[in-house]
């Protein structure tokens, strides 16, 4: 049974960080592109950004570009979001999710999904 358990969200002053973490279990981690999406009250689930399976390749939304690190830990199973210059439009529940294809953006390709964890931004 695949789990993908985020952690590391919580209540954050704009301008400060956060590094969320999710740990995979059930799976062979190195073999999936793992993904970041968010969802904020009343808008639909956003992609953030992507790492592929070496952790050679990433993309970024580009309202995170410069702001937001994406990596991973294949001897951990574990993938990171390291969020600096957080603003208040970052709040959302943020989600890890994995796919077999590369870097897409596309959440419906994503087969696993974590349950999310909260950030949210005070200005």
């Known amino acids: 049974q695949v789990q993908l358990v985020e952690s590391g969200g919580g209540l954050v002053q704009a301008g400060g960080s956060l590094r969320l973490s999710c740990a995979a279990s059930?799976?062979?981690?190195?073999?999936?592109?793992m993904g970041w999406f968010r969802q904020a009250p009343g808008k639909e689930r956003e992609f953030v950004t992507a790492i592929s399976w070496s952790g050679g390749s990433t993309n970024y939304a580009d309202s995170v570009k410069g702001r937001f690190t994406i990596s991973r830990d294949n001897a951990k199973n574990t993938v990171y979001l390291q969020m600096n210059s957080l603003k208040p439009e970052d709040t959302a529940v943020y989600y890890c999710a994995a796919t077999r294809r590369l870097l897409t953006m596309i959440s419906g390709l994503y087969n696993y999904w974590g349950q999310g964890t909260q950030v949210t931004v005070s200005s």
């Open positions: 059930g799976l062979t981690f190195s073999s999936y592109t």
